[in-house]
């Protein structure tokens, strides 16, 4: 697996942005990758995307491939570094333009620019295309979904969040991996006894500490606690359930779970994977794009099959469906309502039969990645990856919930507040009342 897939710090770099996923529209100029043109008021239809390999390579051979099928209707593609994109997007937003296809994240800013007229309602049209429809993950719908109505197709590929554990570090205590919340609290001291920090974690990054509170709040509650948040529900952050998962969260803390100092480990120079391969910690809760950074540094921890990975187990008592998962559920393309209607049936001719294709998904595939379309996993057969890619398909193929990253399902505001909020819950600075609190005075903001 390659690390040049968009890892999520990147991802989620770009979300915050707009997370604040960057606005889902884009600007009537040509940006500073390729071909011209942008705007969709006139002319052919455009559609903007991030360079960076392997990903825009894909998508550009997806849209050449398009234009040498439709010679008469073809796409103008413009690429966009991330920041640019966002800078870019912004503009574009107050401009009231926007490129015919508007690549994404979904979630909170979808919903922003669904409620403020910007993108269209597509729920028609996928109920005329039924075999567009079926033949992605049932999943990867939820975050193109506002209010009942889908506004954005999925595309690309999946990246749920996995409990990593060293095998290594497990023989040396003569232990098994976790299969409850229970097995969990019970190998921290054990782990502890032999030098060995049970979990690692990249805490100054706080996106990776919401991962935890993700699972938590699922585990205990089920889906439904943090779906009445995004929502909007008053109080919903002040749920039992909500509750009960922040004190367990410092539970962990204060019996010493994670390793010491992991408040100034930052993420985005992969130490906190590190900690893991060096056997210095013995498991992480990490997303699935951390297999192929580890696989590259980390000498044969990951080709001797030292590495094991896992969905995150039951909590004794949840009610929550434990083949539930949260992280990216996909990546999503939306139409803008400003186009014409001639560049938005372009566009819905490229949904139809050029996003994942059979060619594109081949490249996904040999990129290294895991594509939101079924029946794939028999691909996967070539590659040495193979287990961990039919992994990761399974937990998101079979999940009956893939929850999108609470800072992108959220607005830019309470996105920034949630971060904050769970910084100061890891540092044992505020209690789960408190924590709750203040999250209640940021809903539906």
């Known amino acids: 697996m390659e690390r040049s897939i968009l890892s999520r710090r990147n991802f989620l770099g770009l979300s915050m942005g707009a997370a604040a996923g960057v606005a889902l529209a884009g600007c009537g100029s040509s940006g500073p990758g390729t071909a011209s043109g942008g705007g969709s008021s006139a002319g052919a239809a455009s559609y903007w995307y991030l360079t960076g390999q392997p990903g825009e390579g894909i998508r550009t051979n997806s849209v050449n491939r398009f234009n040498q099928a439709n010679p008469n209707t073809k796409l103008t593609a413009t690429t966009f570094q991330n920041d640019a994109y966002k800078t870019k997007i912004k503009t574009a937003i107050g401009a009231g333009q926007a490129p015919t296809i508007i690549w994404g994240w979904g979630g909170g800013t979808l919903r922003t620019y669904a409620k403020a007229g910007q993108v269209e309602d597509l729920t028609s049209w996928f ?26 197709m999925p595309a690309e ?71 009445a948040v995004f929502d909007g529900q008053k109080d919903a952050w002040s749920n039992p359930a909500a509750i009960e998962a922040l004190t367990k969260m410092q539970d962990l803390i204060k ?105 594109e998904v081949k490249e996904w595939i040999d990129s290294g990645s895991v594509p939101i379309v079924k029946g794939t996993e028999s691909a996967f057969g070539a590659s040495k990856d193979a287990d961990f890619l039919k992994f990761v398909y399974n937990t998101s193929a079979n999940a009956k919930v893939f929850a999108q990253s609470w800072d992108q399902a959220l607005s830019p505001t309470a ?31």
Do not use: C
Request: hydrophobic residues 40%.
């Open 415 to 445: 996105a920034e507040k949630l971060l904050d909020n769970i910084a100061q819950l890891f540092q044992l600075k505020i209690s789960p009342q408190q924590w709750a609190t203040n999250m209640n005075g940021v809903i539906g903001q």
């Open 255 to 359: 019996a010493n779970g994670f390793i010491k100092g992991f408040s100034s480990i930052t993420a985005d120079s992969n130490a906190d994977q590190a900690l893991l391969y060096t056997g210095k910690a013995a498991m992480m809760l990490h997303g699935t794009w951390t297999y192929g950074g580890m696989a590259a540094d980390g000498g044969d921890f990951v080709s001797s099959g030292s590495l094991g990975y896992m969905n995150f187990p039951p909590i004794d008592g949840g009610k929550g469906d434990v083949s539930d998962t949260v992280g990216n559920p996909g990546q999503y393309l939306s139409i803008s309502s400003k186009a014409t209607a001639e560049q938005k049936e372009t566009a819905k001719n490229f949904f139809k039969t050029a996003v994942l294709s059979d060619a």
């Open 157 to 227: 590929t999946v990246q749920p969040i996995v409990l990593f554990y060293n095998k290594r570090a497990f023989e040396k205590i003569k232990a098994e991996p976790p299969q409850s919340w229970g097995d969990i609290m019970d190998l921290v001291p054990k782990f502890n006894a032999a030098n060995i920090a049970p979990f690692s974690l990249g805490g100054q990054s706080r996106w990776t500490n919401m991962m935890w509170l993700e699972f938590l709040f699922d585990r205990i509650g089920g889906s439904e606690v943090f779906q």
């Open 127 to 152: 109920g005329e295309n039924g075999a567009v429809k079926d033949r992605l993950f049932p999943s990867s719908f939820g975050a193109a979904t506002i209010d009942g109505k889908i506004y954005a």
